[in-house]
Nanobody, 115 residues
Framework: QVQLVESGGGLVQPGGSLRLSCAAS????????MGWYRQAPGKERELVAH???????NYADSVKGRFTISRDSAKNTVYLQMNSLKPEDTAVYYC?????????WGQGTQVTVSS
């Protein structure tokens, strides 16, 4: 069983920044990959970024150059630094971990980009 708890969402103006955190129960060394997804109203959930245990990263085209995913194994936490935020980034952001034939999700954190 894996528990994921996201935090760091909120309301920010266009061009602003936020850092999301996802704290996992237990060591994240167990996970080959950890990811961030988002779901905007009326849209399907989509991959934002993921990071492997080796530190390789992958980003959706829409966030490349603006978002950075990282992980801190000592804190069992993965982060999503979001810069130059746009209104179209507004969504609920979810942390995701595939592990032992299961897929675990956090409860989500709301990010709203609006003036």
């Amino acid at each position: 069983q894996v528990q994921l708890v996201e935090s760091g969402g909120g309301l920010v103006q266009p061009g602003g920044s936020l850092r999301l955190s996802c704290a996992a129960s237990g060591s994240i060394f167990r996970f080959n990959v950890m990811g961030w997804y988002r779901q905007a109203p009326g849209k399907e959930r989509e991959l934002v970024a993921h990071i492997t245990c080796g530190g390789s990263t992958n980003y959706a085209d829409s966030v490349k150059g603006r978002f950075t995913i990282s992980r801190d194994s000592a804190k069992n936490t993965v982060y999503l630094q979001m810069n130059s935020l746009k209104p179209e980034d507004t969504a609920v952001y979810y942390c995701n971990v595939p592990f032992l034939q299961n897929v675990y999700w956090g409860q989500g954190t709301q990010v709203t980009v609006s003036s």
